[in-house]
């Protein structure tokens, strides 16, 4: 099955700085990657996804890259705020019966400091 | 936010006794999952529902059976509960892939074996 690996699993930044979150993926039959952010006591939501057949999305102070070749995905956030502070979780997924079957990654607890 | 409710939000039980979650949504989408979310494991899939009476399994279903009966209620039974699952629950619902890949996430049962 497929296996998704992210790093770093804590990232701590100084208000106003960028941060970046790295995950790989081993099964090359996943063509959707969807980032969720999970905030406290609540379940998570989706902030920005990619599809296989494009190498990068921006969406304001958000952006994903994907490098099919390399199997990796990357969440770059510019001028991060406080309330970027929360729990970010990348997902590899593969099509089944007509919907998209995920897969997790472990999850990164960013933390924006003012 | 879409219109996913979770109950019971908070459970208690003893190990052996059966517990059964609900997953109610007002969207009429066709597809529903639910997920196990652990420190340290992300968010797994247990099971998921392409439709009523339609389901599957996922990577981590031992232990659980589901039930959808009606496009709106998706069903999540632990028929002998243990203290290894004891974990925070997550439904989702997303509609057909040709609509829309995003999955929304109810607000979450925290479940307790003793």
């Known amino acids: 099955g497929e296996n998704v690996e992210q790093h770093p699993s804590t990232l701590s930044v100084q208000e106003g700085d960028s941060a970046v979150i790295k995950c790989t993926y081993s099964d090359s039959a996943s063509n959707y990657f969807p980032w969720y952010k999970q905030e406290l006591g609540k379940g998570p939501q989706l902030i920005i996804d990619?599809?296989?057949?494009?190498g990068e999305k921006k969406d304001q102070r958000i952006a994903v890259t994907l490098n099919k070749t390399a199997k990796h995905f990357s969440l770059h956030i510019t001028e991060t705020q406080p309330e970027d502070s929360a729990v970010y979780f990348c997902a590899a997924s593969r099509s089944a019966g007509g919907s998209y079957i995920p897969t997790f990654g472990r999850g990164t607890s960013l933390i924006v400091h003012p | 936010d879409a219109g996913i409710t979770q109950s019971p939000r908070h459970k208690v039980t003893e190990t052996g006794t059966p517990v059964t979650l609900r997953c109610h949504q007002t969207e009429n989408h066709r597809y529903m999952y639910w997920y196990r979310q652990d420190p340290g494991h992300g968010l797994r899939l247990i099971h998921y529902s392409y439709g009523v009476k339609d389901t599957d399994k996922g990577e981590v279903s031992d232990g659980y059976s589901v039930s959808r009966s009606k496009t709106e209620d998706f069903l999540l039974t632990l028929e002998s509960a243990t203290s290894s699952q004891t974990s925070v629950y997550f439904c989702?619902?997303?509609?057909?892939?040709?609509?829309?890949?995003?999955?929304?996430f109810g607000p979450g049962t925290r479940l307790t074996v003793t």
């Open positions: 989702a619902i997303s509609e057909s892939a040709s609509a829309s890949y995003e999955q929304y």
């Open positions: 990619i599809r296989s057949n494009v």
